[in-house]
């Protein structure tokens, strides 16, 4: 997922990161998840002390409903993936995928009520910051793509050697030969998707200006809505083509693994079930 879509996606981005580090900081850190998550909110405007109260409501609430409705899922994903065969993933690495993706979604979903709640009491001034927000984001993505073109797909390779040693599994010389080849089938497709997303916020914030309109709020939610279909039909089949492909590159690691990786990562998601059923545990959810 690409960071920063806006608002709600950008949202579930970071919470699954901080998810990600309680491996290693434990419950602490994603017991003050919600904390974070208002800081990343106060810095798209300067808003009101009551604003600003109503930001960090918002984010205690979707912890509590995060920890409650999709904490447990997430431990049912870990579970399932330890028991992988290592001869078969792909079936395993297709629900963990599909499974995931359904969780951001409820996360998205989760947070537009909330949003379109909150714009209506924004003002001109607030809403031309958020505006000037995004643009500043855009041009900061714009830089890196710039002095990524070369590199592109030495970054993508990074990304997988990374992603690979969070949950324990160090490539070896020959994984990582295999993954460049396939990775020559990457469709690049960063130009597109920022023109859309730019288009995408341009018009978010025209509707955001008509936050006091008849109509406002189904008018926005439909909106929030249509950034998951953003784009034409080859776009989209540009986008399925490069999950496809992720989801090949990840069977291909199980499918040639050793004892020592395959040992590394049932340790990793090891750190991360007991991580989640202390959280689970002080929570006192069931």
């Not at 998951?228 to 492909?245: A, C, W």
């Amino acid at each position: 997922m690409m960071v920063e879509k806006i608002l709600k996606i950008s949202l579930s981005s970071l919470m699954i990161l901080l998810l990600s580090s309680c491996s290693i900081a434990g419950s602490w850190v994603y017991e003050r998840l919600d904390g974070y998550l208002a800081d990343y909110f106060k810095e798209f405007a300067d808003f009101s002390k009551e604003q600003n109260q109503e930001i960090e409501l918002i984010s205690e609430e979707f912890l509590n409903w995060f920890s409650e409705n999709e904490l447990l899922k997430i431990k049912l994903i870990i579970e399932d993936l330890k028991n992988i065969d290592a001869k078969k993933p792909e079936e395993k690495v297709a629900s963990a995928y599909t499974q995931g993706e359904e969780i951001f979604k409820r996360v998205n979903d989760f947070f537009a009520r909330p949003i379109i709640n909150f714009s209506k009491g924004l003002k001109e001034d607030q809403i031309n910051q958020i505006d000037k927000h995004f643009k500043e984001l855009r041009k900061e993505r714009e830089e890196e793509r710039k002095k990524e073109k070369e590199e592109y797909k030495d970054r993508l390779l990074e990304n997988y050697i990374s992603g690979f040693d969070r949950i324990g599994i160090d490539l070896r010389d020959d994984q990582l030969e295999t993954i460049k080849i396939k990775l020559e089938n990457h469709i690049e497709v960063r130009k597109e998707w920022s023109e859309l997303q730019q288009n995408w916020i341009n018009e978010f914030v025209q509707l955001l200006k008509r936050n006091n309109s008849y109509g406002y709020e189904s008018r926005m939610l439909a909106y929030l809505d249509s950034l998951e279909e953003l784009g034409n039909e080859e776009f989209r089949d540009k986008i399925e083509k490069n999950e496809m492909l992720s989801m090949e590159i990840i069977s291909f690691v199980f499918l040639t693994s050793d004892d020592r990786q395959i040992q590394g990562f049932k340790r990793s998601l090891d750190i991360y079930l007991k991580s989640i059923n202390r959280i689970l545990s002080n929570r006192k959810v069931n």
